[in-house]
């Protein structure tokens, strides 16, 4: 084989076993949630300091936050996808994270995921290590009217819980900011519409802002 084929060969090699490191990731447990059972996690590992909690609404699991939590590795932020939707469990990725040298987190959730985050939130034990949150359309849970975190609201100007997430945005301490959308969509549901890009981007930038 001559020099010039096998040194691209080598290389083509070398670049495929470091992207598929990049898009590599763990099984955690992160404890037991509000239904009494084992609720395990991936963990998508990357070097930097800034890390994500990512916290599905009631349909979806911690597969739905695949793209996202891959981009984000891509960049340097690890994550934690968990499928709960309870405090118990966002506290123990928090610590995991934190554990594993990531002391910089940002909680990101949609629906009754998003709730969980705002009831994490009120326990300043849980709060030592997070630098923002992402709330799409949380469906219940009070302002943040104590935690000078930066907070991103996401919501759709159509949809039923739209004048909800207003007022928690209005309550809540800066620093803050609320993204509207057009359209019905709820929370996760965005991923999946014509707006996916510009909700991810902002995602992204918010994270890299913290």
């Known amino acids: 084989?001559?020099?010039?084929?096998?040194?691209?060969?080598l290389s083509v090699s070398v670049a495929l076993g470091g992207a598929a490191s990049a898009q590599s990731k763990e099984t955690l447990e992160t404890g037991i949630d509000s239904a009494f059972y084992m609720?395990?996690?991936?963990?998508?590992?990357?070097?930097?300091?800034?890390?994500?909690?990512?916290?599905?609404?009631?349909?979806?699991?911690?597969?739905?936050?695949?793209?996202?939590?891959?981009?984000?590795?891509?960049?340097?932020?690890?994550?934690?996808a968990i499928s709960a939707k309870s405090e118990a469990p966002i506290?123990?990725?928090?610590?995991?994270?934190?554990?594993?040298?990531?002391?910089?987190?940002?909680?990101?959730?949609g629906s009754s995921g998003a709730a969980a985050i705002l009831n994490t939130m009120e326990q300043v034990?849980?709060?030592?290590?997070?630098?923002?949150?992402?709330?799409?359309?949380?469906?219940?849970?009070?302002?943040?009217?104590?935690?000078?975190?930066?907070?991103?609201?996401?919501?759709?100007?159509?949809?039923?819980?739209?004048?909800k997430v207003q007022a928690l945005h209005e309550g809540s301490m800066e620093p803050k900011s609320l993204m509207t959308i057009p359209g019905?969509?709820?929370?996760?549901f965005l991923f999946y519409g014509p707006d996916k890009a510009d909700v991810e981007a902002a995602i992204v930038e918010f994270v890299k802002a913290q």
Do not use: C
């Open 39 to 80: 609720s395990d996690a991936a963990y998508y590992p990357a070097e930097g300091k800034r890390a994500v909690v990512f916290v599905p609404g009631f349909i979806f699991n911690k597969e739905s936050w695949k793209n996202l939590a891959t981009r984000l590795q891509q960049d340097g932020i690890a994550s934690v």
């Open 125 to 163: 034990v849980a709060t030592d290590h997070v630098s923002g949150v992402v709330l799409m359309s949380p469906v219940r849970g009070n302002p943040m009217d104590d935690q000078p975190v930066n907070k991103l609201f996401i919501v759709s100007e159509g949809e039923k819980s739209f004048e």
């Open 91 to 109: 506290r123990r990725a928090i610590q995991e994270l934190t554990r594993r040298g990531h002391g910089e987190v940002v909680l990101i959730g």
């Open 184 to 188: 019905k969509a709820h929370a996760q």
């Open 1 to 9: 084989m001559n020099k010039r084929l096998y040194s691209l060969i």
